[in-house]
């Protein structure tokens, strides 16, 4: 007999191999699951995707932040001979970066929404207790019921809920569940970006009024080369970042995902207003707390009541339909 993984098929797009007959509904008729339905994974659980391009991503980002501060602090700001300047500009450029980077990791190490694996058993199926004219998707890569508007990762190796895309310089898929940390991600990198630029620019001016050997603890040329590689890294990521935190804001308010757009399953489901849908992405009712990385974060480990999946071997079929009238045996 076939271990559950060997009759499982890796193939693109599942088949229905349902009993064909009068019971079972039209592909337009059909209704899908729900996502409350399919139980999710671990919330408390650590999340961390052993991809080597998005680690390798991951830690280019930090190293860039870095150089940034680096350049912003012991090339413009401590040299500079106004102190309330550099206090300013030094205290909102470090709780800029420090926000953007604690968004970034939140992003990486938070469960996006991943389904269960391998739960695609009969067994499970019928303790759903589904009703009549629903369906039950299987995705044949990692064999695990598909809610409705979940799409199977490659590089996860997982069916993600409303997932976006996925992003390597996050090393993560963009879901349902770390959303909001990536547009936060985003919208502080992009203002970090900008402030720098700024900063440069301002320097720059400063330089050129004053003597070069003044205006910096390094030599004139060292200085021009620092300011013009983080002129370059802040003009960059400014453009790339705001397109990114542009395009995350339409999705939510639209209420429809990245995949969704490019496959053309819009329209599928009811949408949501935008305020109800901003509520929704961000977790809190207060727009104070929407711009916060730590908002849902405890250091208290509270039990987490894990449902038990029944188990059993893979299913064969792709997609199964609960007939309107029970067939005879």
């Known amino acids: ?164 895309h996925h992003c390597p310089w996050v090393n993560n898929c963009v879901g349902e569940n770390n959303q909001k940390y990536f547009v936060l991600f985003t919208m502080y990198i992009a203002l970090i970006s900008l402030h720098s630029l700024v900063m440069v620019v301002f320097h720059f001016l400063y330089c050129f009024e004053d003597d070069w050997t003044k205006c910096s603890s390094f030599s004139p040329p060292a200085t021009v080369i620092l300011l013009i590689l983080l002129c370059f890294e802040g003009l960059l990521f400014l453009i790339f970042t705001s397109v990114m935190f542009g395009t995350q804001v339409h999705s939510i308010c639209t209420d429809e995902t990245g995949i969704e757009r490019l496959k053309g399953e819009t329209g599928k489901w009811g949408k949501v207003p935008c305020w109800e849908a901003m509520q929704t992405a961000f977790g809190d009712r207060l727009p104070l707390s929407w711009f916060s990385p730590f908002t849902g974060l405890s250091c208290k480990k509270e039990p987490v009541d894990h449902i038990a999946i029944p188990q059993g071997e893979i299913i064969e079929q792709d997609i199964i339909e609960i007939p309107l009238t029970p067939t005879s045996t």
């Open 1 to 164: 007999m076939k271990s559950p993984v060997h009759r499982c098929r890796d193939v693109e797009h599942g088949r229905a191999q349902t009993g064909a007959g009068s019971n079972c509904l039209k592909p337009e008729q059909r209704i899908p699951i729900s996502k409350d339905v399919i139980t999710s994974s671990s919330s408390s659980a650590m999340w961390f995707i052993r991809d080597t391009c998005g680690i390798v991503c991951a830690i280019i980002t930090w190293l860039l932040v870095f150089y940034a501060e680096f350049v912003v602090l012991f090339v413009m700001l401590v040299p500079s001979k106004n102190l309330t300047y550099s206090i300013v500009n030094g205290t909102l450029f470090n709780t800029l970066s420090f926000l953007a980077l604690a968004s970034h990791l939140r992003a990486m190490c938070t469960d996006p929404g991943a389904v269960p694996k391998g739960n695609a058993t009969k067994e499970y199926i019928e303790s759903l207790q589904l009703k009549p004219g629903q369906v039950v998707y299987k995705c044949p890569k990692c064999c695990s019921i598909k809610p409705d508007r979940a799409h199977h990762c490659s590089v996860c190796k997982r069916c993600i809920r409303k997932m976006d």
